[in-house]
């Protein structure tokens, strides 16, 4: 199947701080969503971006679909940033979920 | 509209013991797809419905594994016997058309001891 790699694994940061989180895929793919799964384990869907660029308040994501890459950007973030973001890319039917960037925002 | 229900939120039981989760998706929606994350790993497919049929099932790990969506609404994930390694949180969502974006439910944490 597709190969999802998200970096950085972890990111520890200051609130307040800006930061971007980054999805490869190694494929083409038809649709892409960013998740933010909070610690109460909710999997909320942040973006469906499979090409272009995309803002909601302090978050916006940027998918390149023809370099196969895809950029969230949070800015100004707070403690309640905190989570596991997930890029999930789906080729066909099903999606393919990277190992996710654990976030943690100390106030 | 209401988003894609799942319940219990949370279930805890003893090995060899059954159980069923259940998602309701959001009305209209005739996909509806079952994903788990099991510790550590990550978030991976295991069957998806178009309304009462069964599109895909070939993430479903074995067949201890059942689902089922009588009447192409709500679904339900049955896990008998149930074992260790199947503890992780269990996701259900729905989508209108297969290229739309996902709805996903808050998911089932299932603890198997």
């Known amino acids: 199947g597709i190969q999802v790699e998200q970096s950085p694994p972890d990111l520890i940061l200051q609130e307040g701080a800006n930061s971007t989180l980054r999805c490869n895929f190694s494929?083409?793919?038809?649709?892409l969503q960013w998740f933010h799964q909070n610690p109460w384990g909710q999997l909320i869907n942040l973006f469906y971006?499979?090409?272009g660029t995309k803002q909601n308040g302090r978050l916006s994501a940027t998918t390149v679909a023809t370099e196969r890459y895809s950029l969230l950007y949070i800015s100004s973030s707070q403690t309640t940033d905190s989570g596991v973001y997930f890029c999930?890319?789906?080729?066909?039917?099903?999606?393919?979920f990277g190992t996710g960037t654990s976030l943690t925002v100390i106030p | 509209e209401a988003g894609v229900t799942q319940f219990p939120s949370h279930s805890v039981i003893e090995k060899g013991q059954t159980v069923t989760l259940r998602c309701d998706p959001i009305?209209?929606?005739?996909?509806l797809y079952w994903y788990r994350r099991v510790m550590g790993k990550e978030i991976k497919f295991l069957l998806h419905?178009?309304?009462?049929?069964?599109?895909?099932e070939s993430g479903m790990p074995n067949n201890r594994f059942l689902a089922e969506r009588t009447g192409g609404t709500y679904s339900t994930l049955k896990v008998q016997p149930a074992e260790l390694e199947d503890s992780g949180v269990y996701f259900c969502?729905?989508?209108?058309?297969?290229?739309?974006?996902?709805?996903f439910g808050s998911g089932t944490r299932l603890t198997v001891v």
């Open positions: 494929d083409s793919v038809n649709n």
């Open positions: 009305s209209g929606h005739d996909n």
């Open positions: 999930a890319v789906r080729p066909g039917n099903q999606f393919y």
């Open positions: 971006i499979p090409s």
């Open positions: 969502a729905s989508s209108q058309k297969i290229n739309y974006g996902y709805t």
């Open positions: 419905f178009v309304k009462e049929s069964k599109q895909d």
